[in-house]
């Protein structure tokens, strides 16, 4: 051991290019080149972190992207179609960025947070009123959260009309499902954290949506052996109801379990993107004649591009890479710009408008209304006919059947194009109407007549009956009975595909509408806030 | 690849077992992961809640005027006493629906002001979401003669206790 450092500090001595000390009698040379060294470090920390000149050639700007940690995951050169404004509207970066915000203010929030029943409250007190920019951060934490959702479902709307969840990105529309599924319970989990009578009975009302399926078991009679619903309540609360156990449980998934899960998709979600061979985009973005080489620089001594056999047509050669352009800075400056922008937003949001707090959570007195963040309330609409249906069936049916779209419709298409063309805005268009129809004309039948109980000969109806025929079973029914017709008239399971996924879109927008709007207290139907009674 | 019928009987044999042995280590390996993780997440499931002592003391049968009913905010829980004054029945305000409080409306039944569910004065069910009636809780009497309910216990509904 002592050997080989020995001889390794006489090669070093000796290597070509490295100052030598000039007189070995005395230190004068060596401490010559330490001072030297010393006044050079900053530059030479610099050379070690970022190993090549400034991004002025192609090669420099390639090894910028790949040479750095963080910028890794982009490829050296993007197509031009991938960084038009119009391929992703920004909506993939805009929420990344929501989930590192949330991110970083939740951490900040963590510093004060007690996850106690006795001590939530306050602390939520404490953060508002006397921690220094703790009503900011508090703020900015609840409209990113809010931002993160819409973020997710907008996204997964361009993805799906731009056709880009087909071959080979199946997979990739799987995975951003899973990652809707992860958003929406890191906002349930979160709702619950500070302990307000909004918090209790909104995740009362959840954890029972939870305990549902004893609505099955207790009409065949098989509750006291299978009780899967009472089952997956016990999990969820730790208890029969909300009170420390749960607060704790939920505390543990909202800053640990779903963000870490959250995390390791979103980085097999990007990965896939590269793995697939970047964003979506019709052959015709290809067609035009490519510029040939103009780069003056020397070309990267290392191929980035050749990293493995595939099956497809032989490289040009002597030609730039068709339509691409290198990453730094053309898609940098795009992906810094949707940052800031969603932060300057983020930050605005949370100085002007403050995150609601009511008062303390009291098991004895239910808030009236209790309602869930907006983007559950279309549910809760739904779960005020029937819990079953309305809060495990119908949303099950719905995330199942949107993962499994790109395993029904095959076809090839163009992928990268709104709607797939003139035909495809056209289905669009005329199923939200449809769907709007649908579901306004059974909101209004609702809200004048009824459901089963209100009516003289289904007042005794058996209760599995109410269960099920849910006003939510009747859309998905008919959605899917209106989406086979497409698919029959057009020809085409793509446009069977877009006439569905328009159905549950608008759907789900009248429904969270309706519900945010429309109803008050005992969830009756008001035209507006202002006609609720004083209570 | 055709090969001599003779050479592939004699030379495939082996190599299907080994392939077989692969595949099966593997797969044990598979299941003892899952069984082990799935006895892991056997941890989060309570086997002791901290409700675990469900009965609530709520004082002696006389406090209990005949032909009385009287709500308990803390243990949400009605408590009825019929005409006569012998029978006692409990009826749960936690709505059978998603578990808000039931109020109580001025003709005895019962309301939720979280989906709308109604129920008569017994707990049965007259309108909205809730999929059964309202729950009969368990009476007894402590050993000092108080009146004791067990919250998460059930009785059939009409079961009156008789003290």
């Not at chain 1, 500090?9 to 070995?24: F, L, M, N, Y």
């Not at chain 2, 000092?144 to 206790?161: I, K, M, N, Q, W």
Request: net charge positive; proline share 7%; hydrophobic share 45%.
């Amino acid at each position: 051991m002592a050997d080989t450092k020995l001889t390794r500090r006489t090669d070093d001595a000796t290597a070509p290019g490295r100052a030598r000390p000039q007189e070995r009698n005395g230190g004068n040379g060596a401490l010559a080149e330490f001072l030297r060294n010393l006044k050079t470090t900053p530059r030479e920390f610099r050379d070690s972190v970022i190993r090549h000149g400034r991004p002025s050639s192609d090669r420099a700007r390639s090894q910028t992207v790949f040479t750095n940690f963080f910028m890794h995951i982009l490829p050296v050169r993007m197509h031009v179609h991938s960084i038009k404004a119009a391929t992703t509207l920004g909506l993939g970066v805009m929420t990344f960025v929501l989930f590192v915000i949330l991110c970083f203010t939740g951490v900040l929030l963590m510093v004060y947070y007690k996850p106690s029943v006795d001590q939530a409250y306050d602390s939520m007190l404490d953060i508002s009123n006397v921690v220094p920019t703790g009503r900011w951060m508090r703020n900015v934490h609840r409209w990113a959260a809010h931002g993160m959702v819409a973020c997710v479902i907008l996204h997964m709307a361009r993805a799906f009309y731009t056709a880009a969840y087909k071959r080979p990105r199946q997979f990739n529309w799987v995975v951003g499902m899973i990652l809707f599924v992860l958003t929406l319970g890191l906002s349930f989990t979160g709702y619950l954290l500070p302990w307000d009578q909004l918090a209790f009975w909104a995740v009362t009302i959840g954890a029972n949506i939870a305990q549902s399926p004893r609505e099955i078991t207790d009409a065949i009679g098989i509750t006291a052996w299978f009780d899967v619903g009472g089952a997956q309540k016990e999990l969820l609360l730790g208890a029969h109801y909300v009170g420390q156990e749960a607060l704790i449980r939920f505390y543990v998934l909202h800053v640990m379990v779903l963000p870490l899960l959250t995390c390791i998709f979103i980085g097999i979600h990007f990965w896939r993107i590269r793995k697939d061979g970047g964003l979506a985009r019709p052959s015709w973005a290809d067609a035009e004649e490519a510029a040939p080489a103009t780069s003056g620089a020397p070309a990267p001594l290392k191929s980035y591009g050749l990293m493995a056999l595939m099956k497809d047509r032989t490289p040009a050669v002597n030609l730039d890479p068709r339509n691409t352009v290198t990453t730094w800075p053309n898609a940098m400056y795009i992906i810094g710009a949707v940052s800031m922008v969603t932060v300057f937003v983020m930050v605005l949001l949370g100085a002007l408008i403050d995150a609601p707090l009511k008062e303390q959570a009291n098991p004895a007195v239910p808030e009236n209304p209790a309602k869930a963040p907006w983007y559950f309330l279309g549910l809760q609409e739904l779960v005020s006919y029937s819990a079953f249906m309305g809060g495990v069936g119908i949303p099950l049916i719905v995330v199942l059947g949107l993962a499994l779209v790109p395993y029904l419709d095959r076809e090839r298409e163009e992928p990268g194009v709104w709607f797939g063309g003139r035909r495809g805005r056209r289905v669009a268009l005329v199923s939200a109407i449809f769907a709007a129809v649908v579901v306004i004309g059974m909101l209004w039948f609702t809200v004048t007549f009824g459901w089963f109980r209100n009516w003289e000969a289904t007042a005794r109806i058996p209760q599995i009956v109410i269960t099920f025929i849910n006003p939510g079973t009747i859309y998905v029914a008919l959605f899917a009975a209106w989406s086979i017709a497409v698919v029959r008239r057009t020809g085409s399971t793509r446009m069977g595909a877009v006439a569905l996924f328009t159905c549950f879109l608008i759907g789900f927008v009248i429904l969270t509408y309706f519900a945010t709007v429309h109803r008050g207290p005992n969830w009756d139907f008001y035209w507006s806030q202002a006609d609720w009674p004083a209570h | 690849m055709p090969q001599d019928p003779s050479t592939s009987e004699r030379f495939k044999p082996p190599e299907t077992r080994r392939d077989f042995l692969g595949i099966a280590a593997a797969w044990s390996a598979i299941c003892a992961f899952a069984m082990a993780l799935i006895g892991a997440l056997r941890l989060p499931m309570p086997s002791v809640f901290p409700e675990s002592d469900s009965r609530v003391k709520l004082g002696p049968p006389s406090s209990y005027p005949p032909g009385s009913s009287t709500y308990l905010p803390a243990h949400r829980l009605w408590i009825f006493r019929d005409e006569r004054g012998f029978g006692f029945h409990a009826l749960s305000a936690v709505c059978t629906h998603l578990g808000c409080v039931a109020g109580r409306d001025e003709s005895g039944g019962f309301f939720c002001p979280c989906h709308g569910s109604r129920f008569d004065e017994d707990g049965n069910v007259l309108g909205g979401p809730a999929p059964r009636g309202l729950i009969w809780v368990e009476l007894g009497l402590s050993p000092e003669g108080e009146l004791v309910a067990d919250t998460l216990r059930e009785v059939p509904a009409g079961t009156v206790f008789v003290v």
